[in-house]
Nanobody
């Protein structure tokens, strides 16, 4: 059983930056591919980014490519999402999750999920 706890969300102006963190406990962190998803208000959950077991490979949704960076620290059992040049349409609840495959861009490919952290961008 893996527990995931996201943090770092908040309210920021358009053009600003935020860094989300997702701390894992239980399980073997380095054996999991990690991903970030988000659920905008009134919309379905969507893929944001994923990172391979060692961090050597990443994959991004087109909507965030060039603005967001996913990274991980296996020693700290933590995955990060650095978000720059934020836009109003980035407003969402952000979730981290674990997978056994890379790249995994479907929610069904993920096993354990965090509770989410709210990100609100004011325009």
């Amino acid at each position: 059983q893996v527990q995931l706890v996201e943090s770092g969300g908040g309210l920021v102006q358009a053009g600003g930056s935020l860094r989300l963190s997702c701390a894992a406990s239980g399980g073997t962190f380095r054996s999991y591919v990690m991903g970030w998803f988000r659920r905008p208000p009134g919309k379905e959950r969507e893929f944001v980014a994923t990172i391979s077991w060692t961090g050597a490979n990443t994959n991004y949704a087109d909507s965030v490519k060039g603005r967001f960076t996913i990274s991980r620290d296996n020693a700290k059992k933590t995955v990060y999402l650095q978000m720059n040049s934020l836009k109003a349409e980035d407003t969402a609840v952000y979730y981290c999750a674990t997978s056994r495959r890379f790249p995994a861009i479907r929610g069904d490919d993920y096993d354990y999920w965090g509770q989410g952290t709210q990100v609100t961008i004011s325009s």
